[in-house]
């Protein structure tokens, strides 16, 4: 059997499990490890400028393909600069393992030099998290640690590695488990049969059916059975800011976004429905509003892995805890075969119902005449010119909720955001891990140019590794969306929500040695798009649109109402 | 409404700590905790009293189960089970309280398992108001000190919680 040092084992044992980039930053905990990476090429290392954005390009990365991003980073300060990232990565349930270098074993618990408590101090953020107390439990820990990021609801697993774990003539015998098993672990593998046939019962009997879907429909890789359910039935859909691509948003039956920025045929559609069927979606307050006042003549079924999931919130009618996937499966075969088929009479008179709603208020704004361009313009330019087919990673604000409403997402795993953390500085590094295991792609961060901030720094990382994205940058000169909130909730008092100091964004990107291009009114984005996507397709292009900085986003739900209470432009009101 | 929840646990570092911390980070209510090793040395027994409605009862034990090192776990509230909880409670015995404590003492099964020319250490077991009516009973002016050790609790009859 081989002989191998802890270093030596932690980097094939990611080889094994098919990794090809690790992305993190090196520190003293981790050069034994660090210096195992470059004795071999198989395992590649991208060297971040900040630990953070290392979990957030390995986020990115996870939330395109769904297998885990794997992060290494040192002991103290590099481990702490990760928590933001994995708290993402948890609150949406991405797989991602994040390696942490710790002090020697002997010198734990005497605040050592770049000593943490990183097993404390990510407890309440990972899914499960190791400590290696000895060389030879690394091939198993990494096993186990990529079955539990990846099984049941995915999330991030922490493994903390003291010094003395990887010492180079510290060898033992290597060999990589086929298959683990966690005694104390078993996430289920397939719905109840019973709840499944009362489920498509009632789901047939409706009146006024809404399907409601989220993320898990992304993560259970369940868009296609979604796609066939919903035509099957001809029921309407909306997606959560989470789910969006599972079902194509080009077509008749999507309703687009439910919640607090959702559509007001959606919001209005939920709370007159009869019944509910939410398949991975977990009733988040900014979707459901006031709880009390959520959708009130509704049964509602809910589809979801994660047993904590199902009535944390909203009460449900029949709880179905399944692989989507699996579940969809069965719901498909049963519609089959039994006799009672959908109320076609009333199915008819509610999509007209939904008609008339998407006639009052289907996504439209107020254009300027004065040159000056909306966000929303901004955004359905960019759906033009990528012809919908862009990998699109927000930040968090505004920007995030014009993209999620306006460009429309026809594919799953296309749309990376934030959502539940709502982390700003997440869309520039995540865009980054995309582009890097994609790079025939077109991946752009829609930002604004207070997120862009947070993780700047990272241009720099693009040049050494020759990282192409495009940044679209939405330039309102404010932070906007504590601005609109400002401008709604305290009587327009701007407290801390303006930039003043702004970067010279074009020179800032050459500075780093990529392309800056200004797009100060309507008529330069066209071109702006076109040089973007065309002459400089294998640049990182830097684009600073100028804004509408008096824009909000609508509708916007009243607080403290019903899904149907919306706020739909400045002065109007459901 | 007061609830049991006995959970079996693997025996390993942290283990404790996430539990623990999981109660603190959800904002649910721990009443009593006791954990120790049981006859197979891998697994811990941990016994926790909470309260609060159903609903967030409903929460603490799905999101204790989601805990990968939570093997199985049980509420005993919704069956027939026994609780114990033990108490060693000091207090001032002199003159002619001593034969009084004593009294009180035997009425409520404890025993005094240390004496002083002054003190009494009484051991009492039983379940909780047992514990809390011979508290009630003794008076708050003649206590010095009590140490208790939580609710440990089993279901009745045949009913195990094993892996």
């Known amino acids: 059997m081989e002989m191998l040092s802890g270093g030596e084992m932690l980097v094939r044992s990611l080889h094994e499990e098919g990794v090809e980039y690790v992305y993190g930053y090196p520190g003293g905990s981790l050069l034994h490890v660090y210096d195992a990476f470059y004795k071999q090429t198989a395992v590649k290392h991208v060297l971040v400028r900040h630990e953070q954005a290392a979990a957030h390009m390995a986020d990115g990365y996870a939330r395109a393909t769904g297998k885990p991003g794997v992060v290494m980073v040192t002991s103290g300060p590099g481990a702490t600069n990760t928590i933001t990232g994995i708290a993402t990565a948890f609150t949406d349930s991405i797989p991602m393992i994040v390696i942490t270098g710790q002090v020697m074993s002997h010198l734990i618990g005497d605040d050592a030099f770049q000593e943490t408590d990183m097993m404390g101090i990510s407890r309440p953020i990972v899914k499960h998290s190791f400590s290696i107390k000895h060389p030879t439990e690394i091939a198993e820990t990494v096993k186990k640690a990529f079955y539990i990021a990846t099984s049941g609801r995915p999330g991030p697993v922490v493994i903390d590695i003291p010094k003395d774990m990887t010492i180079p003539n510290d060898r033992h015998e290597f060999s990589y488990?086929?298959?683990?098993?966690?005694?104390?672990?078993?996430?289920?593998?397939?719905?109840?049969?019973?709840?499944?046939?009362?489920?498509?019962?009632?789901?047939?009997?409706?009146?006024?059916?809404?399907?409601?879907?989220?993320?898990?429909?992304?993560?259970?890789?369940?868009?296609?059975?979604?796609?066939?359910?919903?035509?099957?039935?001809?029921?309407?859909?909306?997606?959560?800011?989470?789910?969006?691509?599972?079902?194509?948003?080009?077509?008749?039956?999507?309703?687009?976004?439910?919640?607090?920025?959702?559509?007001?045929?959606?919001?209005?559609?939920?709370?007159?429905?009869?019944?509910?069927?939410?398949?991975?979606?977990?009733?988040?307050?900014?979707?459901?509003?006031?709880?009390?006042?959520?959708?009130?003549?509704?049964?509602?079924?809910?589809?979801?892995?994660?047993?904590?999931s199902i009535s944390k919130t909203v009460t449900v009618d029949i709880p179905i805890v399944g692989p989507v996937d699996s579940v969809l499966d069965e719901f498909l075969e049963i519609i089959a075969e039994i006799d009672q088929k959908p109320d076609a009479k009333a199915i008819d008179s509610w999509w007209k119902q939904i008609e008339e709603w998407r006639k009052r208020h289907g996504g439209e704004y107020e254009k300027n005449d004065n040159g000056l361009l909306k966000p929303q313009e901004a955004i359905e330019g960019l759906w033009k010119a990528t012809d919908g087919k862009a990998y699109i990673c927000s930040d968090v604000g505004q920007h995030q909720m014009f993209a999620a409403q306006y460009y429309k997402f026809d594919e799953p795993n296309k749309w990376i955001n934030s959502g539940g953390l709502g982390t700003m500085g997440f869309g520039f590094p995540a865009a980054m891990g995309i582009k890097l295991n994609f790079p025939d792609d077109m991946?752009?961060?829609?930002?604004?140019?207070?997120?862009?901030?947070?993780?700047?720094?990272?241009?720099?990382?693009?040049?050494?590794?020759?990282?192409?994205?495009?940044?679209?940058?939405?330039?309102?000169?404010?932070?906007?969306?504590?601005?609109?909130?400002?401008?709604?909730?305290?009587?327009?008092?701007?407290?801390?929500?303006?930039?003043?100091?702004?970067?010279?964004?074009?020179?800032?990107?050459?500075?780093?040695?990529?392309?800056?291009?200004?797009?100060?009114?309507?008529?330069?984005?066209?071109?702006?798009?076109?040089?973007?996507?065309?002459?400089?397709?294998?640049?990182?292009?830097?684009?600073?649109?100028a804004v509408d900085p008096e824009e909000h986003v609508y509708p916007m739900q009243v607080p403290m109402g019903a899904m149907r209470d919306m706020w739909l432009s400045k002065t109007e009101r459901t | 409404m007061r609830h049991i929840i006995s959970i079996l646990l693997e025996n390993e570092p942290g283990a404790l700590a996430r539990v623990v911390g999981l109660f603190a980070q959800r904002s649910y209510n721990i009443e009593t905790l006791t954990v120790a090793p049981t006859e197979d040395p891998t697994l811990s027994r941990m016994?926790?009293?909470?309260?609060?409605?159903?609903?967030?009862?409903?929460?603490?034990?799905?999101?204790?189960?989601?805990?990968?090192?939570?093997?199985?776990?049980?509420?005993?509230?919704?069956?027939?089970?026994?609780?114990?909880?033990?108490?060693?409670?000091?207090?001032?015995?002199?003159?002619?309280?001593?034969?009084?404590?004593?009294?009180?003492?035997?009425?409520?099964?404890?025993?005094?398992?240390?004496?002083?020319?002054?003190?009494y250490t009484i051991q009492l077991t039983g379940a909780t108001d047992k514990l809390e009516a011979f508290i009630e009973a003794i008076g708050p002016n003649c206590i010095l000190e009590t140490v208790r050790t939580g609710v440990s609790g089993i279901a009745r009859g045949e009913k195990t919680l094993s892996l």
């Open chain 1, 177 to 308: 488990p086929k298959k683990v098993k966690i005694r104390s672990y078993a996430p289920p593998a397939k719905g109840h049969s019973g709840q499944i046939r009362k489920a498509v019962e009632l789901l047939l009997s409706a009146k006024r059916p809404m399907i409601y879907s989220g993320g898990g429909v992304i993560l259970g890789k369940a868009s296609d059975q979604l796609r066939k359910l919903v035509r099957e039935l001809n029921y309407p859909i909306t997606q959560t800011l989470m789910g969006l691509g599972a079902y194509p948003a080009t077509d008749r039956q999507s309703l687009g976004m439910l919640g607090m920025h959702g559509s007001y045929e959606a919001n209005m559609a939920m709370h007159n429905s009869d019944v509910i069927l939410a398949i991975g979606a977990r009733f988040d307050d900014r979707v459901t509003n006031a709880v009390n006042k959520f959708c009130p003549d509704a049964k509602i079924v809910h589809i979801d892995i994660d047993p904590s």
């Open chain 1, 443 to 545: 991946v752009v961060c829609v930002t604004g140019e207070g997120s862009i901030q947070m993780n700047i720094q990272e241009l720099s990382t693009c040049l050494q590794y020759g990282i192409p994205v495009k940044i679209f940058c939405l330039n309102n000169g404010y932070l906007g969306m504590v601005r609109q909130w400002q401008d709604m909730n305290y009587e327009g008092r701007h407290s801390s929500s303006y930039m003043e100091s702004l970067p010279d964004w074009t020179k800032l990107a050459e500075s780093y040695g990529h392309v800056g291009i200004n797009v100060e009114t309507k008529d330069q984005l066209q071109g702006a798009l076109d040089d973007c996507f065309g002459k400089y397709k294998d640049r990182l292009v830097f684009v600073n649109v």
């Open chain 2, 47 to 119: 016994t926790i009293t909470t309260s609060g409605p159903d609903r967030v009862i409903e929460q603490i034990t799905k999101q204790l189960n989601k805990l990968i090192e939570v093997v199985k776990l049980v509420d005993l509230t919704e069956g027939a089970h026994l609780e114990r909880e033990l108490m060693l409670i000091k207090v001032k015995a002199s003159g002619s309280q001593r034969a009084e404590i004593k009294r009180t003492a035997d009425i409520f099964r404890g025993q005094i398992v240390d004496v002083t020319a002054n003190v």
